[in-house]
């Protein structure tokens, strides 16, 4: 699981599961005139705003950030994770809506219940519905707002430039770590033939990170992506074609990076 590669959209899906999981604890009702004495029950102590509205948006929120957060994507019932869900976020949010207007139910049009005077929405339904509320609009929102796509731990300032080749102390994957001079293969496994690489004369390598997942595409034109570049690591580009780039992952894979877009050079 890479943390780096969640967005700005999911650390307010985080935050809004947090506050979420506060409100539960806190009163489900509130009566007028109630003595402070009087013991009035959490969201834990109603079966449908526990099941509607406190676990169906933590489960959400859950699976939004797995999605992202996963190198490989996953399916529940068929369904890519994160689209399942953010559906479970909209659920709760429409859910604790409902139990805000109504906390009671029907009980309170009950006869000798006054008329339906009966109890309002305590502190907690009303954080519980501003939580789902947040949840569920980051949710929608990331996929479609830039600005909620940006990494939400930005990727480490690179190292002081070296000469390509040189013998820096960093480890793959950062700028300035040790690579093979600029031409030469990395290792392959026993059986494997090298790619040769066929740079542009006035190219030299740089290294790069994105600021969204970006998928690594097969250099023999194949659609179906070898990898998943994500935001907060370094990747090496060895050779542009174009507008694409042709870049070294940390286990020494090569592929195209179709979109390069909004790259931060290192």
């Not at 994770?81 to 139910?105: K, Q, R, Y």
């Not at 820096?168 to 790619?195: D, E, I, L, M």
């Not at 034109?221 to 542009?240: D, F, H, K, M, R």
């Amino acid at each position: 699981m890479n943390i780096r590669s969640l967005s700005r959209g999911d650390g307010v899906v985080i935050g809004a599961a947090v506050l979420l999981f506060i409100a539960s604890f806190l009163d489900n009702y509130s009566y007028d005139g109630a003595p402070d004495s009087l013991d009035l029950p959490s969201l834990w102590k109603s079966g449908p705003v526990l099941l509607s509205v406190v676990l169906a948006g933590i489960i959400g929120a859950a699976l939004v950030v797995a999605a992202r957060a996963l190198p490989q994507p996953r399916k529940v019932a068929g369904l890519d994770l994160g689209p399942f869900g953010v559906a479970f976020t909209v659920f709760a949010a429409w859910s604790a809506l409902g139990n805000v207007i109504d906390p009671a139910g029907a009980a309170d049009n009950l006869p000798g219940q006054g008329g339906g005077n009966g109890p309002s929405a305590g502190i907690g339904l009303v954080l519980a519905l501003v939580a789902t509320l947040v949840m569920a609009a980051a949710a929608v929102a990331t996929p479609l707002v830039p600005a909620l796509q940006a990494g939400l731990i930005p990727a480490p300032k690179p190292a002081a430039p070296q000469p390509y080749g040189a013998q820096p102390q960093a480890g793959y994957g950062y700028p300035g770590a040790q690579q093979p001079s600029y031409g030469a293969q990395p290792q392959q496994p026993y059986g494997q033939q090298p790619q040769p690489a066929a740079p542009a004369p006035d190219f030299s390598p740089f290294w790069f990170a994105v600021p969204v997942p970006r998928p690594l595409f097969s250099e023999d034109g194949s659609p179906t992506p070898i990898a998943e570049l994500a935001p907060g690591t370094w990747y090496l580009a060895v050779e542009q074609r174009g507008q694409q780039l042709i870049a070294q992952t940390q286990d020494g894979r090569r592929g195209v990076l179709q979109d390069t877009s909004g790259i931060q050079r290192g």
